[in-house]
């Protein structure tokens, strides 16, 4: 039987993902990307980063982890883990050729005047496909710890560690925000610029690993699954007291520093609110309806489209019109919520494209 909520609580977390971009793009707290905020002085509207940015991506590994677990229930192996390289890497590698360019060419035009003009063609073409990536991150991190799933699957092929797990209690599964911490202490503190330790601290491997093995091995659990959606208003309020103090007394701070996410309290706020929204969705939304069941089909795809128009018309909008910002953030948000639905569409309908952009074999 299918776990609507599971399916309810990734389509709602990546539109918090399109929000976020939206609100990150302009954003002026010196996080790596985007084109540039409006000013030196307090972007007020800011503050959903730091609401969201804590804890949505892990969520999504968590998620990413049981559905795994459960996928792995009915095929081999080897099975999952084809399917797995055509829904990731696929769309993070050959994709990146036909729709990721597109997505570094208009980041380019944020980088300083003439920077790239005396590059060739082909080279600049190469540093568009690259840098069109964007949020892809995702998916090429999760296509390379699928491995790590077949790994301790093998490890653990009696599963009496995954038995065990089933078992946990209340208190030691709010005590796994430990792990959560350290695998933030993994970050590097001072990352080379010269070096990889820039994009070492952006894919995560082995923070992003503890949620996914989470998933896989204990909220894959329907007891534990039970368990919070009996306390999620607890966790809820705790997660919201821990996320506004935290708020207060760090606006105006990058919050994607390895210092602010190796913080005690970015911690306990990010792994409460996991366990809140995992519970919540549990408990109020395990149910399905006809547009439901279009986003969980579609927001895969979302994810992936979903950039090209925040850098298409963020970009044009900064750098060609005198708007006031907030009509600039009203029209970007209209469009990444309108205009990505249109090319997920459109591409799935294109054979070839729906392959090597979406990573599926057929339309839906």
Same mark, same amino acid.
């Given at each position: 039987?299918? +776990?609507?909520?599971? =399916? ?5 977390? *990546?539109?918090? *993902? ?21 000013? =030196? ?16 991506? %892990? ?25 797995? #390289? ?11 050729? @036909?729709?990721? *360019? ?20 082909? *080279? ?35 599963? +009496? @560690? ?15 925000g430990v792990l959560f911490w350290l695998g933030h202490k993994t970050l590097i503190l001072e990352p080379n610029p010269q070096g990889i ?21 204990? @909220? ?29 007394? +760090? ?12 913080? %005690? ?25 006809? @547009?439901? =069941?279009?986003? #969980? ?20 909008? +900064?750098?060609? #019109?005198?708007? %006031? ?6 029209i970007l948000t209209i469009a990444v919520f309108t205009l990505s639905p249109l090319i997920y569409e459109i591409l799935r309908r294109i ?14």
């Open positions: 039987m299918r +776990k609507h909520w599971i =399916d309810n609580l990734r389509w709602v977390t *990546v539109l918090l *993902v399109l929000l976020y971009h939206v609100i990150y793009f302009y954003n002026n707290k010196g996080v790596f990307g985007g084109i540039g905020g409006f000013g =030196d002085g307090p972007q007020y509207q800011d503050v959903i980063m730091y609401i969201l940015y804590p804890w949505f991506m %892990p969520l999504l590994f968590i998620l990413a982890g049981i559905s795994a677990r459960y996928a792995l229930k009915n095929r081999s192996g080897e099975e999952w883990f084809q399917t797995r #390289t055509r829904k990731l890497l696929v769309p993070s590698t050959i994709g990146l050729c @036909f729709f990721g *360019v597109f997505i570094g060419w208009f980041n380019s035009l944020g980088a300083p005047e003439g920077m790239l003009d005396a590059l060739p063609l082909p *080279v600049k073409v190469f540093i568009w496909i690259i840098s069109g990536t964007g949020p892809l991150w995702f998916i090429q991190d999760l296509w390379v710890l699928s491995l790590l799933i077949l790994l301790v699957r093998k490890i653990d092929a009696n599963e +009496k @560690f995954y038995n065990a797990c089933g078992k946990i209690g209340t208190f030691p599964l709010i005590l796994l330790d820039g994009l070492l601290n952006l894919y995560k491997p082995v923070f992003y690993a503890i949620p996914l093995l989470m998933g896989y091995f204990i @909220f894959s659990h329907d007891r534990v699954q039970e368990t919070l959606g009996k306390i999620w208003a607890p966790l809820m309020v705790c997660a919201a007291v821990a996320g506004t103090v935290l708020t207060v007394t +760090k606006f105006g701070q990058d919050n994607t520093l390895p210092q602010y996410l190796g913080s %005690p309290l970015n911690n306990i706020y990010g792994w409460l609110m996991c366990l809140a929204m995992m519970g919540w969705f549990k408990n109020r939304f395990d149910c399905t309806n006809k @547009f439901a =069941d279009y986003m #969980t089909r579609s927001s895969y795809g979302l994810y992936i489209v979903h950039y090209l128009v925040i850098a298409a018309i963020g970009t044009t909008l +900064k750098m060609n #019109t005198q708007l %006031p910002p907030v009509c600039m953030y009203i054979p070839f494209l729906r392959w090597c952009i979406l990573g599926e074999k057929k339309s839906k």
